[in-house]
């Protein structure tokens, strides 16, 4: 089963079809789902390893232990086929490929055991940002601006999906292949990150965790004229152009 939104008659409507060419992609579409959406950063261990040297220094000293999170608040959220605008006086902008996990149940302080029994399904999200300099405290300024979350193209249900801990992920830049990974790089898993974050705040139905993105270097470089797709292995390709502000 797939889920989706569109625009009708200026409403938000939700729909459902049971196999992906029957969804209409011509227009673009609304966000896949509709709740809160939480990123975890520092959950790629290419990325971790990456930034070991400016751990090991003050004033971190060690890596971190838990998952570090952040937000990406509504004005990022776009649906697939809608246009990301970046600004061309920030510096370089990244692509953030990423698994997107879709609650379906309300969570508290749920254990790991559990956590797939609270996941609705999956969906791709590209979680946009300007170059990054804090990891522990991620910028809000490089991170929130509008347009700077494309989800979708729809949710894919959790049971057409075997194993959400390895999956290939792709990024293509003008139908050009530029960067390739895999959930199975995640340094916590998806049914760690939903356990986490469960246990200090209630995780409600659509509400939607960033399961982690990748080093950001130039090969996810983004800028205006381009067309950035993310592709995840059994869940979905979400494609969107992009545009300077």
Not at 15 to 35: H, Q, R, Y
Not at 116 to 127: C, D
Not at 163 to 173: C, E, G, M, Q, Y
Request: hydrophobic share 40%.
């Amino acid at each position: 089963m797939y889920t989706y939104r569109q625009q009708e008659s200026g409403q938000a409507v939700s729909k459902t079809s049971d196999a992906t060419f029957a969804v209409e992609l011509a227009d673009p579409l609304l966000p896949a789902t509709n709740g809160a959406v939480i990123g975890v950063a520092l959950n790629n261990k290419d990325l971790v390893d990456s930034l070991a040297p400016e751990f090991d220094a003050k004033p971190y000293v060690n890596p971190p232990k838990t998952p570090v999170l952040h937000i990406k608040t509504d004005n990022t959220h776009i649906g697939h086929g809608q246009t990301i605008k970046v600004p061309i006086d920030k510096g370089d902008v990244y692509a953030g490929p990423a698994l997107g996990i879709v609650i379906g149940e309300r969570a508290t302080r749920v254990s790991e055991a559990d956590a797939l029994n609270f996941i609705k399904g999956y969906t791709v999200v590209n979680e946009v940002s300007l170059a990054e300099t804090s990891f522990y405290r991620p910028a809000v300024k490089a991170k929130c601006r509008d347009t700077f979350c494309p989800i979708g193209p729809w949710v894919i249900d959790k049971s057409l999906v075997s194993s959400p801990n390895d999956l290939a992920i792709k990024t293509f830049v003008n139908d050009t292949l530029v960067h390739e990974t895999s959930t199975n790089r995640l340094v916590h898993s998806v049914e760690k990150v939903v356990s986490y974050i469960s246990s200090f705040m209630t995780l409600e139905p659509g509400d939607l965790i960033i399961a982690g993105t990748p080093l950001r270097d130039q090969s996810l470089a983004i800028k205006d004229g381009d067309i950035v797709m993310i592709d995840v292995e059994a869940v979905g390709r979400l494609a969107n152009p992009v545009e300077k502000e």
